[in-house]
Structure formats: C-alpha cells, structure tokens
C-alpha cells in the first residue's frame, strides 16, 4: 500500500487522517479503492460528492437520464446550467471540480444483463441508489456472483432504509430481505408518492459513510442489519438480519 502523500493530499485529507481509526493507512485505502455507484440520482448524488471528497481512488458512475428541472430539488450534482446534459458527465464535471485528485468513470448507460457483470467486477464496493427494483434484483444478484460488497439504501417520502450486503463474508444477500420484487403498482416510484429531498440527502450521506467504513475497514459494518430512519417521527430502528437458509441466490 502506498502511504506516500503529496503536500497537497496532506493538506485535503488532514481532517481524516488526525482520526486515529483512519489515519495514514486508511486514507491509503481509500485513495487505492474503486467504488461503483449505479444511479446518478438523489442518493447517488450526496454519495458522490462525498467519496469523492474523501479521497476515493476511483469512482463509477452508471445513469442513463438526462438531467431535468424535476431533479433539483433533491440531486445536489447538478443545477439549472445541467438540465438537458446527461447524469453522468454533468456529475463527472462536478465531481472533479470537488476533487482533481481522483478518477471519475461516467456510463451513460442502463445497466442490463448484458453489462452489469462487466461493470461490477471492474470495482471493489458497488452502491446501489437506483429507483426501480428491476436494476436492484440485477445489480444485488451480480454483486452476489462477484463475491462484492453491496451498499443498498431506498427511499420514499418521509423516509429511508440502507443495508451493507456481504454473503461472501457470511452476511444476508439482498434476496434474503427481499426474495422477489413487489408486485407492480405496490410501492410507488418518487414521481408518483413524491419524496422530501433533504431525505436523500441523509440516506446518501449514509451510504458514503458506510462506504469509507468498508474501505478503512473501521467500526461496525451493516451488514446483517437494516438501519430504517422515518424522517417525521426523527427516528431511526436497527433491525437485525439473517441469511435465509433456502435463498436459491447466496447458499
């Protein structure tokens, strides 16, 4: 590992490196890490601008969208001059305007059968905040068949869930919380229920935090656990997962 630091990575990342859990070390880690984050939108967009702050190597970003008016009340990447541009390159732009010192990866792009094993295995952790559960059964089941760290977080409303899924180290994988996806029309996309957008913001900066937990290899990880913040009631529940004995994906 290489814990030799220009003057100036001294300088940006002293505040992690004073921590004595992190420190030289785990700020190596970091700058040596590859983080995924599929979906551009109002969890990937905290979640970004917050690894990239902290000194993530290499960071992926995979959305198809184009940028609209809609999007800026919760997608703190972009602002009015990014409506039109695709996701990605406009939060490639932003991301490197935060922090030259790391790499940014932009796939404009949906990911499908197809692609998502090529895209997964090109990197160490992948974050899910996508909006559908299509892409959420096909990003977990292929973080499942990479042996991949997962860091899942959902939002609706007035409230926010995440989940760190790691059943190659013996935790739950995805499909042993949620089996199946919901029948259609049960849960609600954001543009139909409507969502509070400071909420992304919390469950985004969340998953950064779980992230830069995984990497530095510091605290309690989530896995085995389902953290659920309801934003009215100001609470937050830890739930205890297991892994399903007849999940057909990770046994």
Not at 103 to 108: E, G, M
Not at 127 to 143: E, I, K, P, S, Y
Not at 198 to 223: D, N, P, R
């Amino acid at each position: 590992m290489d814990l030799n630091f220009s003057e100036t990575e001294v300088q940006r990342y002293s505040r992690h490196i004073l921590l004595r859990e992190v420190g030289g070390t785990g700020q190596a880690r970091l700058k040596a890490a590859k983080v995924l984050i599929i979906g551009a939108g109002g969890l990937g967009a905290p979640l970004a601008l917050y690894l990239a702050a902290a000194g993530i190597g290499t960071i992926g970003l995979v959305d198809h969208d184009l940028v609209e008016l809609s999007n800026l009340q919760r997608q703190i990447l972009f602002d009015e001059a990014s409506i039109g541009q695709k996701k990605v390159l406009s939060a490639q732009k932003k991301l490197l305007q935060t922090n030259p010192l790391v790499t940014v990866n932009a796939y404009a792009a949906r990911v499908t059968l197809e692609n998502v094993a090529i895209l997964v295995n090109d990197y160490d952790i992948i974050c899910d905040g996508t909006d559908n559960f299509a892409t959420r059964f096909l990003v977990a089941d292929a973080c499942v068949a990479a042996k991949k760290t997962l860091v899942s977080a959902a939002v609706l409303r007035f409230e926010g869930q995440i989940s760190t899924f790691k059943p190659h180290n013996g935790g739950p994988c995805y499909r042993c919380l949620y089996p199946e996806p919901p029948p259609d029309g049960l849960v609600p996309p954001c543009s139909e229920a409507g969502i509070l957008g400071s909420v992304t913001g919390v469950m985004g900066t969340l998953m950064a935090t779980e992230v830069i937990k995984e990497i530095t290899q510091i605290g309690q990880s989530l896995s085995g656990f389902l953290v659920v913040w309801d934003a009215l009631a100001s609470e937050f529940r830890k739930i205890r997962l297991k892994k399903d004995p007849a999940c057909p994906v990770c046994q």
